[in-house]
């Protein structure tokens, strides 16, 4: 069973400085997708990761996938209060068809 | 392309009442997949359809829940009876399966209350 995990589940930082939410998984997959939401929102598609190595960048975010170490990470880069929002990270499961595994979220609140 | 269409967008009904949710997928999209996302549990798989015919419903909570997808372009997930624990907001979500990667693209959702 594929099992999807973030860390840290809650960021509290201020603006203008950096972190990173870690996205860990358990089985060989090579799909890997970042969403965000706002809250009393949907989630909006972020990033698509497809391949070992890949790294996508949008703004302040950067995406990046370690396939080998079953791993992706988002940085956040000088954030903005805007960034504020719920984020997660979701998996398909080599033989799970179009399914995702979506981890268990990480809230960001970027303080003034 | 209007995106994933939910009706409605919040409804509050009473304990023992039937409750019909309705999805209409992004046209070409051919799986479709139903969320339940609450505080307690986060975002769970409730239901997927692929081509129109439900392939994993595991995640469907008990037998007052059911799901249909007549058509490729509408889906309803259904009720009955409706107990204050269905709380939640319920998300609809499709995908064009069998594409190189398979984004799923999410609805507005349904905000339920059960009083």
């Known amino acids: 069973e594929l099992k999807v995990e973030q860390n840290p589940l809650f960021l509290s930082m201020q603006e203008g400085k950096n972190y990173t939410i870690y996205c860990n998984y358990s089985t060989t997959s090579d799909r890997l997708y970042w969403y965000r939401q706002d809250p009393g929102k949907s989630l909006e598609s972020l990033f698509v990761?497809?391949?070992?190595?890949a790294v996508k960048q949008e703004g302040r975010l950067m995406a990046s996938l370690d396939t080998k170490a079953r791993l992706s990470t988002l940085h956040i880069t000088a954030a903005v209060h805007d960034l504020s929002a719920t984020y997660f990270c979701?998996?398909?499961?080599?033989?799970?068809?179009?399914?995702?595994?979506f981890g268990g979220g990480t809230r960001l609140m970027v303080k003034p | 392309d209007a995106g994933v269409i939910q009706s409605p967008r919040h409804e509050v009904t009473e304990m023992g009442q039937e409750v019909t949710l309705r999805c209409k997928p992004i046209?070409?999209?051919?799986?479709l997949f139903w969320y339940r996302q609450t505080m307690m549990r986060g975002l769970e798989l409730l239901i997927y359809?692929?081509?129109?015919?439900?392939?994993?419903d595991s995640g469907m909570p008990e037998d007052r829940f059911s799901a249909k997808m007549p058509n490729a372009s509408f889906s309803t997930l259904k009720i009955q009876p409706s107990e204050p624990r269905d709380s939640a907001v319920y998300f609809c979500?499709?995908?064009?399966?069998?594409?190189?990667?398979?984004?799923?693209?999410f609805g507005p959702g349904t905000r339920l209350t059960v009083l």
């Open positions: 359809f692929n081509n129109n015919v439900p392939i994993d």
């Open positions: 979500a499709s995908t064009q399966g069998g594409a190189l990667y398979n984004e799923q693209f």
């Open positions: 979701a998996v398909g499961g080599a033989n799970a068809g179009n399914m995702l595994t």
């Open positions: 990761l497809l391949s070992n190595g």
């Open positions: 046209s070409g999209h051919n799986s």
